[in-house]
């Protein structure tokens, strides 16, 4: 069964600091990786999409891909409370469209 | 760019009444969208994957007859829970896949539905 792993947390940083988050997947054929952004009680948002190997950044935020290693993580450079969320990672199979998600990281940034 | 809506918000309905969510794209055209469902707590849990103009594809465990879809245009798409009942109550989310083969899928805002 196709899997995304992520750590749940809380992951607990303070204000100011990096943040960094992974995400594992268990099927080799995964070609697209997202990471959404997830308020209390909202919607997801996408932050960022990846599909080469090596680094994405956008503004704060660098995505990092390693298909080799089956890796996909997410850093937050400077975080400040209103990053404190859930971070979502997704990863889709070329042709399916489909997401599996993780569980999602849970992330606090103490001000 | 990219915006999709639902519609309600929010729906509080007796149980065996049918609810009716709409999801739609408002600047792109969709060949895909998705309904999810989330518990509080949990991660989202895909229900369907709908395709415009022909018959959604059901995820294995989701009830086709409890759980509606319609796709009828590029930019709509409806979810229909029928005859609910109390432990129907969830956050669904739709989103949309751009029809131009992105892969990303853009998020509406979500349907909280509870059912008494």
């Known amino acids: 069964q196709k899997e995304v792993e992520q750590n749940s947390g809380p992951l607990s940083v303070p204000e100011g600091a990096i943040a960094s988050l992974n995400c594992t997947y268990s099927?080799?054929?995964?070609?697209?990786f997202f990471w959404y952004r997830q308020y209390s009680g909202k919607s997801p948002e996408l932050i960022m999409s990846?599909?080469?190997?090596g680094d994405k950044e956008d503004g704060r935020f660098t995505a990092q891909l390693n298909k080799a290693s089956q890796y996909v993580s997410l850093l937050i450079r400077d975080s400040q409370p209103s990053d404190s969320a859930t971070y979502l990672c997704?990863?889709?199979?070329?042709?399916?469209?489909?997401?599996?998600f993780g569980t999602g990281t849970r992330l606090k940034v103490l001000a | 760019g990219a915006v999709v809506s639902q519609h309600p918000s929010r729906v509080i309905c007796k149980s065996g009444t049918s609810v009716k969510i709409e999801c739609r794209s408002l600047?792109?055209?969709?060949?895909?969208m998705f309904w999810y469902r989330q518990f509080p707590k949990k991660s989202l849990m895909l229900m369907a994957t709908?395709?415009?103009?022909?018959?959604?594809?059901?995820e294995q465990g989701v009830e086709k007859d409890k759980f509606l879809i319609n796709h009828a245009s590029l930019t709509l798409s409806t979810l229909t829970v029928t005859s609910a009942h109390p432990e129907d109550s969830s956050f669904y989310i739709c989103?949309?896949?751009?029809?131009?083969?992105?892969?990303?899928?853009?998020f509406g805002p979500g349907t909280r539905l509870l059912v008494l």
């Open positions: 989103s949309a896949r751009p029809i131009l083969g992105e892969e990303t899928q853009y």
């Open positions: 099927d080799r054929v995964s070609q697209s």
């Open positions: 990846i599909y080469s190997n």
């Open positions: 997704a990863v889709s199979t070329s042709g399916t469209y489909k997401y599996i």
């Open positions: 600047d792109f055209q969709a060949t895909t």
């Open positions: 709908s395709n415009e103009g022909s018959k959604a594809t059901y």
